[in-house]
């Protein structure tokens, strides 16, 4: 009895070294021919599957097909998986539909609106980034940017795309000083405004307090070591899903406001009832003509009725045509409300992208969402189809278009001093 319970441990003992020897070789496994003879033969590659939602633009073979590229772009750097993707068209207000509707077919990765961010994290259909993803988001994003993608001081997303609003302008009229001030565009000529649009209305609910942008060194920075703001978390800060909003870190409270003599109040945040009469006497002003279908501003800078304009990004084209060489980009102006100067908010909203929480192969669905996101991603994206990008790094490749430089600044942010943009070149 004793030698047969010493045979069945040896044999126990045999399986476990040759289990482990078969999990060290990882990538070939033993087996028989016909003949009897053994063979060595290539162990099959994991296989990732991932299902991706994005935009009908972004799918378009003639635009380039910019999520599909990056996706195979992404298989193409893991030689040793089998990648699989499945992809459908789908806005951002119906995929959350359909999210909601069937949780079960429901993508691994998809492109959200950051406005729809609370709604998703509430309904479980957004996870949380952590990390060396967090990590990303908060340091390769201007500040502004980087806050449409949290929940609760949290990141839910990698923001990749904006499409920020733009004061477009006639150089015959307004100079680059004038437009940097509401009050001196409107003294100098009609604004042309959606004010029947709530997204553009919150470029005055939102508004900023103006930061001033350190004087640069000879070297041209702002005098600190690198010439860069520290926006990255530690590991343990990043990793930890569990710290409680007390422990995240306090935004600033610096007054930017109050100017040397005193006399402006110090900055404090606008109430709703401050901007509600605001905009009230704004919009009653008959330099300020309310444009309600976005056509009203194109065809006033045509025909001379409107000296400025405010539209989003995309509408730079039509702008163009309707005042070719005599036309102005800029950013947004500052304004005064309540005696205190104020920097309307270029970007409200933007496009992010998601991860599924009940996604599988978590940490390669992660991988690929921050691969989607990346500087280089949104450079191309920019390249294939206009797109805005929102990488402090995509932004600084394209300070050389001129035209764009103004909407860039806008999408760097003040908060991020160091972008030598260029500056245009006044007509003699």
């Known amino acids: 009895m004793k030698k047969r319970l010493f045979a069945m441990f040896l044999v126990l003992v045999m399986m476990t070294v040759a289990v482990a020897a078969c999990g060290k070789s990882g990538n070939k496994e033993s087996s028989k021919n016909k003949n009897g003879e053994e063979t060595e033969t290539e162990e099959a590659k994991p296989v990732y599957q991932f299902t991706i939602w994005g935009s009908?633009?972004?799918?378009?073979?003639?635009?380039?097909?910019?999520?599909?590229?990056?996706?195979?772009?992404?298989?193409?750097?893991?030689?040793?998986?089998?990648?699989?993707?499945?992809?459908?068209?789908?806005?951002?207000?119906?995929?959350a539909k359909k999210m909601e509707e069937n949780r079960e077919k429901a993508p691994d990765i998809f492109i959200f609106n950051s406005a729809q961010t609370a709604e998703l994290v509430e309904s479980r259909l957004l996870t949380r980034l952590w990390g060396e993803t967090e990590d990303y988001v908060l340091s390769s994003n201007a500040t502004s940017i980087g806050d449409l993608s949290k929940y609760a001081q949290k990141v839910y997303g990698i923001p990749v795309e904006a499409n920020p609003y733009v004061l477009y302008y006639d150089k015959r009229t307004l100079s680059q000083e004038d437009v940097q001030n509401l009050d001196t565009i409107l003294a100098k000529g009609v604004l042309a405004y959606p004010?029947?649009?709530?997204?553009?209305?919150?470029?005055?609910?939102?508004?900023q307090d103006v930061v001033e942008v350190p004087e640069q060194d000879e070297n041209g920075t702002d005098g600190t070591e690198d010439g860069t703001k520290d926006n990255t978390q530690t590991d343990d800060a990043a990793q930890d899903n569990t710290q409680t909003d007390a422990a995240q870190p306090e935004e600033s409270t610096q007054d930017n406001t109050q100017s040397e003599n005193g006399e402006q109040k110090e900055s404090e945040p606008l109430a709703k009832e401050t901007v509600d009469a605001w905009l009230a006497t704004f919009r009653s002003n008959p330099q300020v003509l309310n444009d309600t279908d976005g056509n009203a501003g194109i065809t006033g800078l045509k025909d001379g009725t409107v000296q400025a304009a405010v539209q989003d990004a995309s509408a730079y084209d039509k702008m163009k045509e309707a005042l070719g060489e005599n036309l102005g980009v800029a950013a947004l102006p500052v304004f005064t409300i309540d005696g205190m100067t104020k920097q309307m908010k270029c970007v409200t909203e933007a496009k992010c992208i998601g991860v599924n929480p009940d996604c599988e192969n978590f940490e390669m669905t992660i991988a690929l969402a921050t691969y989607l996101g990346s500087a280089d991603s949104q450079q191309m994206h920019y390249d294939m189809s206009g797109v805005i990008p929102v990488n402090l790094s995509a932004v600084q490749t394209l300070r050389s278009d001129v035209e764009l430089a103004d909407v860039i600044a806008q999408i760097a942010d003040k908060e991020n001093p160091g972008w030598d943009l260029p500056e245009e070149e006044e007509e003699e």
């Open 56 to 95: 009908k633009a972004d799918l378009s073979d003639e635009k380039g097909s910019w999520l599909k590229t990056r996706c195979d772009m992404f298989a193409a750097k893991h030689q040793d998986a089998e990648l699989e993707f499945k992809y459908a068209a789908y806005t951002e207000e119906k995929a």
């Open 195 to 207: 004010l029947d649009d709530e997204n553009y209305r919150n470029a005055f609910y939102q508004a």
